[in-house]
């Protein structure tokens, strides 16, 4: 089979092309033929080595990829998943057109849903999802999200306008329209001072900005998540900051995925290229400003 490895720690022109033999499942395992991966921000810093203190034994080559929609191929279920690629140490990703998979990291993919926008979901919503359930907000409470532009912070917005949270939300440049529609109250622009609006009950800082910066509005008391972890300043306020690790969850991603196929979730596919682009990919991400995720494919697709 074919897949995009990483052939040493770099820039994306370390990611190439390659053949591997086709995965054998283990006994618990089954083989997803993946139709469609997203590219996220954690596989660019896994690719140039940054993430190398929380995943030491990881050397090159290796396969990079957290998300996948695609098959099973003993039956033909679609499915979306999510590879927990950090717990277990990078051993298969999904930058190929196929993977021996825990079947605890999948969903069903109902039909209908695009497979490219399916893969959109599974890392970013899951972490959206499970950041609102740690912060624990009530129906009414002001929320703060930061990078509501972006993935987590887009499903985020979503999320919480269901759960009946008022939702403020920081915007990229000149995305303030979509974030609108997503159904925020209000929409700031990403270079907006924050020590000057309404306190807040909760902040999720999906960019993040970090502690100061993303929690001046926040209430005494509050709580922040972070999408890394953060370094807070000495605390003179009673705040408390917490860092998602995301896990996989398949029934949380099931409803996610249902949500999606009815229209009460959305998502943004920016770029779609053939798994041997990976490398473009990479250089498209990394240069930002995008308006949704890059999906790869397999060729032909």
């Known amino acids: 089979m074919r897949v ?23 006994p618990a395992e089954v083989v997803v033929a993946i139709r469609a991966a997203t590219v996220n921000p954690t596989d660019l810093s896994t690719r140039d080595g940054s993430r190398r203190r929380r995943m030491p034994d990881l050397e ?3 396969v990079l990829g957290w998300d996948l929609a695609g098959e099973v191929q003993s039956t033909g279920a679609r499915v979306v998943g999510m590879i927990p690629f950090v717990q277990i140490g990078g051993r298969v990703g999904a930058y190929a057109e196929r993977a021996a998979v825990d079947p605890s990291w999948l969903a069903p993919l109902p039909e209908g849903v695009p497979f490219e926008e399916a893969a959109t979901l599974p890392l970013n919503a899951l972490t959206a999802r499970q950041s609102l359930d740690m912060l624990g907000l009530a129906a009414g409470d002001t929320l703060l999200v930061t990078g509501a532009s972006g993935g987590v912070g887009g499903f ?18 000149d995305d303030e329209e979509w974030v609108a529609s997503l159904g925020a109250h209000g929409v700031l622009a990403r270079d907006a001072d924050l020590s000057g609006i309404e306190p807040v009950d909760g902040v999720l800082d999906a960019v993040p ?7 001046a509005a926040l209430r005494d ?29 398949a029934a949380m991603l099931s409803g996610l995925a ?9 998502t943004r ?20 400003g995008l308006r949704g995720k890059v999906v790869l494919v397999p060729e032909g697709r």
Not at 156 to 172: F, M, S
Not at 222 to 233: K, S
Not at 258 to 266: D, F, H, I, S
């Open 156 to 173: 985020a917005v979503q999320l919480a306008v269901a759960d009946g949270l008022r939702v403020i939300a920081v915007a990229g440049r």
């Open 60 to 62: 090159p080559p290796f």
């Open 269 to 288: 596919v920016a770029h779609v290229l053939a798994l041997v682009e990976a490398a473009r990919g990479h250089e498209l991400a990394k240069a930002g």
């Open 221 to 249: 008391g509050g709580m922040a998540v972070f999408t890394r972890p953060p370094n807070p300043p000495e605390p003179d306020r009673a705040l408390r900051y917490e860092t998602i690790l995301v896990k996989p969850d």
């Open 4 to 26: 995009a490895e990483v052939t040493a720690f770099g820039g994306p022109e370390v990611l190439r092309p390659a053949e591997r033999p086709d995965p054998e499942p283990g």
């Open 258 to 266: 249902e949500q999606l196929a009815v229209g009460r979730l959305r």
């Open 209 to 215: 900005l970090g502690p100061g910066a993303s929690t």
